[in-house]
């Protein structure tokens, strides 16, 4: 099966306590196609300024995921980020954010991308993401992944979309507020009431846990000695969970759970690094290890 | 094997965004003996005043807690604590500290229970853990359980505690704090370094992990429709994580496997209602059954 991913081409500046990077390639888009292309064929749709570098556009060349969809702006600067993370890693600042060549922005699918099994909403404003939902024929999954933001100023475009989709990445403070319910169980059966089925909430380095209508399933974070950077690592998390479904190529109970180890898998190496340098030219042998690495931290008792 | 569990009896008044309690029997080695006493012998030492009603001692005697080294002090007030929860129900406030008897308790092991094999050092200041240790003649496993308060102000009496420890029992924030460390897995191989050879990590609402030489076992918690009050939770994990191991006689992988799911699922329960009031008469049926939904959440693929 085939994925379009639509979200942010972003240059980030971050600041964490072990470093700074600055205009670092970034946004959702971008970690989430680079993280499915380990599994499936991708095809992203997004916008960017011609102030890209090429090593951007060639990542993605080497990477296979399809650009048609991406519009380049002539003389136009791409979508900037600044955010700062401090000890506490679960928690970041956002410094600044310019829009530029987002603010004019609406997702165009060329044919070619219109027939896709599966389409990630990944996290923008819900108006593109309705755009695209009106522009794909007949998908056998739709995801969304969302953030704060879209909850505070957006949220009648996230109901609308919300109704269309299959599937909803989340963490979980952004279950509590996008359902106002402070506890977990009850935020998820009211977030199961606006549309998807499949609720997935995110809990950064305490794993996830994937709650559909006949199971639950829960997996810790790989353990690292060292998070260097968080960003990107919810987009690759949705990136390689899709991916992962789209090789398979069905969506039963055992393929959703593989999806959400190798979801967690992808999300370890993103952290590992600024920007996407560990998420580019990871060994299909090291995704193996850490998958078995997780095995082993949640193999269950022989008998109880 | 038999338990012995020293630690604190309290009165505690809490305040949660559901509801108060005045007056509510709790405490380190409450919570610590009732839960292990589903599983294996247990007993307790502390002290109280006799202001502690009837009911208390009745419970006890109901789950055959031997309180020999329970002291009663006539006339004297038992050791009472407030605290508040706010709607994120990993923090809390403490509002008031009254130690009363507890200000010159200096615990006294009777004579039948100086040869039992697992001793729970539970929450209280190290200074009397180290009695403790000096009264009991040849454990096969000595655990401890701790609090940020001891790591700031008993900190070197907490590192001799440490020396003499096997089992560790402490959440992730102290983790950190008393490692220095502001990453999980680093501060848990400094901890390791001071002394017990496993490490447990509670982590509230997002499970436990366990770390010994040879493995690593993660658990989610129990996901509940209401956590009421947490207070006693991790108390009531270390006791039921001990009476597991108590009760198979050995110390196995698998054995340290079964001994985090029972620890999750007693402190689950407690977390349902105020003070002892649900970790009174479980049927072994509920455990079981929380035990196997835990057992379904976690389930691994067939094949990765």
Chains 1, 2 share one sequence.
Request: charged share 25%; proline share 4%.
């Amino acid at each position: 099966m085939e994925i379009v991913v639509v979200g942010s081409i972003a240059l980030d500046t971050i600041e964490t306590p072990w470093g700074k990077a600055e205009d670092a390639l970034g946004g959702s888009a971008t970690y989430a196609s680079i993280a499915a292309s380990y599994f499936a064929p991708v095809k992203i749709v997004g916008i960017c300024g011609d102030d890209l570098d090429e090593k951007a556009h060639q990542m993605w060349r080497d990477r296979d995921v399809d650009t048609k969809g991406l519009q380049i702006v002539k003389g136009g600067e791409t979508f900037r980020w600044g955010g700062r993370y401090h000890q506490d890693m679960n928690r970041r600042d956002t410094l600044f954010t310019h829009l530029n060549v987002f603010e004019h922005f609406h997702p165009q699918l060329p044919e070619s991308y219109r027939d896709a099994a599966i389409v990630l909403l990944a996290n923008i404003h819900p108006s593109l993401q309705l755009e695209v939902l009106d522009q794909v024929r007949a998908p056998k999954l739709v995801a969304i992944d969302t953030m704060n933001l879209w909850i505070d100023i957006a949220l009648d475009g996230l109901h609308e979309v919300l109704k269309r989709c299959d599937l909803l990445f989340l963490n979980d403070e952004e279950a509590k507020q996008l359902s106002g319910k402070s506890q977990l169980l009850p935020a998820v059966e009211a977030l199961h009431a606006m549309g998807p089925k499949w609720v997935v909430v995110k809990k950064g380095e305490h794993g996830a846990i994937l709650f559909t209508e006949s199971m639950r399933f829960s997996t810790p974070a790989v353990l690292l000695h060292q998070v260097y950077d968080p960003t990107g690592a919810g987009d690759s998390f949705a990136g390689a969970f899709l991916g992962s479904l789209a090789k398979e190529g069905e969506f039963g109970d055992d393929a959703l759970r593989r999806a959400m180890v190798h979801g967690t898998v992808l999300a370890s190496f993103v952290t590992e690094q600024f920007s996407v340098d560990r998420l580019l030219g990871i060994d299909p042998s090291e995704i193996v290890g850490r998958c078995e690495e997780l095995s082993a931290m949640t193999r269950w008792p022989e008998k109880l």
